[in-house]
C-alpha cells in the first residue's frame, strides 16, 4: 500500500474517526490512563482434545495449548482489524501487520535470563506455521542465550544514569514521531500488536499486566492454567469442562466495549473449533461473520 503523507513506518494513519474519539488522545494522553481489564473463563475443553488428538504418536514437535491459543489471537485480530490499532504523537494508526510477543525463560529458575520474541502473522498464517516459528525462536533463544534487543539492552544499562535518562527523552522523541529505526521496533514487545504472557507455564493463573506509555502496544493478555470446572450447560444441566482464564489489558481509545466484547466471543468461538486453525486464518469464521 502506497505510503501517504501523515503514515508511520509502522501504521497507517486513520483520518476518518468520529469526534467522541478523536479527542479521547487529548483527554488521556497516556495509554497507562486508559487502560481497561478484562477478565474472561474460556471453554477449552474442544482445544484440549485437539491437542492430544494432535499430539498421540511421534509428531516432530508438541503441539500445545500456547500454539493453539496464539493462533486463535492472530485469527481474532485478522477479523476484528481494530484490535490492530494504536495511538502514537495523539493520533490513531492501523498497523501494517500482525505481531505477537511473547517471553522465553532460558531456564526455569529464579534468576534465569529472560528474552523477548516476536512473531508476525499474515492470512495465511496457520497452526502449524505458528507453532513451528515458536518453537524454532524458543529453542533459538534457549541455546544462543538472548536477541538483538536483548544485547541493546545490556550495553545501554551500563550507562550512567544522567546518560540514560537525555537517551531515553530521545527515543520518547523518535517515538512519538515515528521516527524509532526498524531495528529496534522489531524485537520490541512494546511495538507488538499483542504480548501473550502464558503464566499457565508456570502454574499461575491470569492476572492484569499494564500496558506502557512507550511504543505501540494496545493489547496484553494473560493466560492461567487450563482447570476443570462446572457449568450450566443449555439445557440448564451440570457439565464438566475444560477451562482456562485469561486476563486483558487494552487501550479503551482504539475501540469501544461492544467491540471488545465481541472480539472475545469470536476468540472463544475460534476455540471451540480448532482444527480451523489449521487454515489460514483469513479463512472466514463461520457463524460469527454471518451475524456481522
Not at 112 to 131: F, R
Request: charge should be neutral; proline fraction near 4%.
Amino acid at each position: 500500500m502506497e505510503k501517504r503523507r501523515g503514515d508511520r513506518r509502522d501504521g497507517r494513519r486513520i483520518r476518518d474517526i468520529d469526534g467522541f474519539h478523536a479527542i479521547m488522545p487529548h483527554l488521556m494522553p497516556n495509554r497507562c490512563d486508559s487502560e481497561v481489564y478484562i477478565e474472561e473463563t474460556l471453554d477449552v475443553t474442544e482445544a484440549v482434545k485437539y491437542i492430544e488428538r494432535k499430539n498421540s504418536g511421534s509428531p516432530p514437535y508438541k503441539t500445545t495449548f500456547f500454539h493453539v491459543f496464539a493462533t486463535a489471537v492472530a485469527k481474532t485480530v485478522y477479523h476484528r482489524p481494530l484490535l490492530n490499532r494504536f495511538i502514537a504523537g495523539k493520533r490513531f494508526y492501523e498497523r501494517k501487520g500482525i505481531t505477537l510477543a511473547f517471553v522465553v525463560k532460558r531456564k526455569f529458575s529464579d534468576h534465569s535470563e529472560e528474552s523477548m520474541l516476536i512473531t508476525e502473522a499474515d492470512g495465511d498464517t496457520n497452526l502449524e506455521k505458528m507453532s513451528r516459528k515458536i518453537v524454532g525462536d524458543s529453542e533459538s533463544v534457549r541455546k544462543e542465550g538472548g536477541n538483538d534487543i536483548n544485547q541493546l539492552l545490556d550495553r545501554l544499562a551500563g550507562l550512567p544514569r544522567f546518560l540514560m535518562r537525555l537517551l531515553m527523552c530521545g527515543f520518547r522523541f523518535l517515538d512519538f514521531h515515528g521516527l524509532m529505526p526498524e531495528s529496534i521496533c522489531r524485537g520490541d514487545s512494546n511495538y507488538a500488536t499483542v504480548l501473550l504472557s502464558n503464566l499457565g507455564s508456570i502454574r499461575c493463573d491470569a492476572a492484569y499486566h499494564h500496558l506502557n506509555n512507550y511504543g505501540t502496544n494496545s493489547i496484553v493478555i494473560t493466560i492461567g492454567t487450563i482447570h476443570k470446572e462446572t457449568i450450566l450447560d443449555r439445557n440448564g444441566k451440570p457439565s464438566l469442562i475444560d477451562a482456562v482464564n485469561i486476563g486483558a489489558t487494552v487501550d479503551e481509545r482504539i475501540a469501544d466495549g461492544f467491540y471488545f466484547a465481541r472480539s472475545i466471543r469470536l476468540l472463544e468461538d475460534i476455540l471451540s473449533r480448532p482444527w480451523e486453525l489449521e487454515e489460514p486464518v483469513s479463512r472466514p469464521v463461520g457463524a460469527f461473520d454471518k451475524e456481522k
